[in-house]
Structure formats: structure tokens, C-alpha cells
């Protein structure tokens, strides 16, 4: 069950599927704005069963690595002590423990180079079927990949990110992230992640 929670926890990364809250703090001008709001994602209760069941692994790797993580509680104890919204730097701070954590027990467990890689281009090439079919058509899909974070979003809406290409407008592809950006980032980070895994 340890390693099956650890492959779902790779394969769900880049699926935005969460449940979001919205404390005074989240809204501007009385706006809701995301990055304000503190949202659980699935991917992230896969990553603490996931780390439940490793308890040995996570246990060892805490051991190993007590001196970092003293001083970044020291660090993000600071933080938060001076932050302008203590809430949401609270909550940013736990997803750090939190992947770095899962990031340290996969490490202990030693699971293959292999195994990690598969599951993550999995997840990719969905993102990446899922990107091109909006950018070609310009809208989104819907039905199951709403469940996976992707928004309702048309090329004739106005906060819509769009390109022109020869004179011919396209949607820039959202897939299940929040911004096109977000989508470049998670696939500039997907290309060089094999090559930074270091075990075999």
C-alpha cells in the first residue's frame, strides 16, 4: 500500500482537484482571488497516506536531515510571525514540509529511477493531450478533466490568455493548471526532473 500511495501521489502532481476556502483575507475589492485562498488538494492527502503508511521511511529520513529542518522551522517560524497574512503563509509552509517530506522518504525508500519516471510521463501525457486539445480547438473539454482541475474556459472570454500566431488567434492552453505559465512551468520542470534523480 506504501509504494501504491507514493505512485499515486507522482501520477496526481500536476491535477488541481481541491477543496478551497475563503477566509476575509482572500478577497481583494471583494473579489475571490486564488492564491489568497487556502485549498487542500487530493494530490496532497495521497502525500500524507502516503507517508503514513512509509512511517519508517519518513521517520529515518527526519532523523538524517534534523539539523535542516531545525533551522527551516526556525526560517518559517520568522516568516510567518511577520507575514502580512499569517493564514496563508501558515498554510504555504506546511505544502513545503509537506513535499519535502514525501520528497526525502521516496528518496529513503530507494524506489527505482524507472518507476518514478513512468508514473510522472503518465500524468504528462494527460496534461500534455489535454493542452494541445484546447489550444487546437479553443475551449476546454470538461467532464472528467473538471475533476481534475481544469476550468471552464472559452477564447471569446476577456480574462482568457490568448496568442496570435499568423495573423490567427489561439487560446494559450490552461490543461489542469490555473495559468499558462503555471502549465510552462510544470513542463520545463518535467523535462529536466529524470536527469536530477540520482538514484538508480
Known amino acids: 500500500m506504501g509504494r501504491l500511495l507514493i505512485f499515486l501521489g507522482l501520477i496526481f502532481i500536476p491535477f488541481q482537484l481541491g477543496l478551497h476556502f475563503w477566509p476575509a483575507s482572500s478577497y481583494v475589492a471583494g473579489f475571490k482571488i486564488d492564491y489568497l485562498s487556502p485549498t487542500i488538494y487530493l494530490t496532497e492527502i495521497i502525500f500524507v497516506l502516503a507517508l ?8 529515518k529520513h527526519l532523523i538524517n536531515n534534523q539539523n535542516h529542518y531545525k533551522f527551516l522551522l526556525l526560517i518559517s517560524t520568522l516568516n510567518i510571525i511577520i507575514s502580512i497574512n499569517p493564514l496563508i ?7 513545503i514540509y509537506l513535499y519535502l517530506t514525501f520528497t526525502g522518504t521516496l528518496n529513503e525508500r530507494k524506489i527505482s529511477k524507472t518507476q518514478i519516471v513512468n ?3 503518465f500524468s504528462a501525457t494527460i496534461v500534455l493531450i489535454l493542452a494541445n486539445f484546447q489550444f487546437f480547438t479553443g475551449k476546454s473539454f470538461g467532464s472528467i478533466f473538471y475533476l481534475l482541475g481544469e476550468r471552464k474556459i472559452n477564447i471569446s472570454d476577456t480574462f482568457v490568455a490568448k496568442q ?4 490567427n488567434l489561439y487560446l494559450r492552453p490552461y490543461s489542469t493548471f490555473s495559468h499558462p505559465n503555471s502549465l510552462s512551468g510544470y513542463l520545463i520542470i518535467f523535462m529536466f526532473l529524470p536527469g536530477a534523480i540520482t538514484w538508480k
Not at 496570435?164 to 495573423?167: D, M, N, P, T, V
Request: charged share 15%; aromatic share 18%.
Open 52 to 59: 503514513i503508511s512509509n512511517s519508517q521511511y519518513l521517520k
Open 164 to 167: 496570435e500566431i499568423f495573423g
Open 119 to 121: 508514473s510522472l510521463i
Open 89 to 95: 503563509t501558515f498554510v504555504s509552509w506546511l505544502k
